[in-house]
């Protein structure tokens, strides 16, 4: 095995575990874990956000998962062959579109409003009318509601993997699951348990990729 391909196992390993560890904290750290609901208007939904440094450290953490969910969707891609070939290149685009809609709604939502979090309280309160326009995505920002895209996409991939028996039924079972959960468009605690199983799913997959095992399945990127 030459040193680019090594190299690139080694990477996927790293993004299989560190993808839904990240995923993990970053929706446990929202400070509406236990709620099952979301805020009826915009001043409810100000209020939770403002000072709340954690659920920004939060968004941050998902903000930065994404380059590890695209060499991860390449990867399945490249892992599934003709036995199952259309669930890995049409869950593989479906989850793409996703995580460049995840990439734009945490970008908006998320970092532009804690930058915006910084200003004095006289000026936060000037800036309310465009931060309502974000909580009823004005605009463009409907694109935002294409995010459950995400998770689609890897319920599509994860099919086409345990199809292809390249995945042990039992952690293929728990990428499905998991990804299945995790499209409930925000409710913070279903997000963690299916964070956590993919989590349990994938990271014995990553850890032989690191190894070098042969036992797995899973190509690189």
Known sequence: MDKLTRTKQVITGISLI???VLFIIGNALHSDLLSFGFPDNAQEWVHEIHHNDLQQIGN???YLS???LIILI???INTINRKAYGWGIIGGMTALLGCVTMIGSK????????GIDTLPEAEFQQVFPALRALFEKAGMLQITWALPLLPLGFVIQSIGLLKGNYLPKRQGLLMLTGSLLLANLGIELINVIGSLLLCIGLMPVGVLLIQKNANTKIKSF
Do not use: D, N, W
Request: hydrophobic letters at 65%.
């Open 18 to 20: 560190a993808f839904p």
């Open 60 to 62: 941050l953490l998902e």
């Open 66 to 68: 994404a380059p590890l």
């Open 74 to 76: 390449f990867s399945f």
């Open 107 to 114: 970008g908006a939502f998320c970092l532009s409003v804690a």
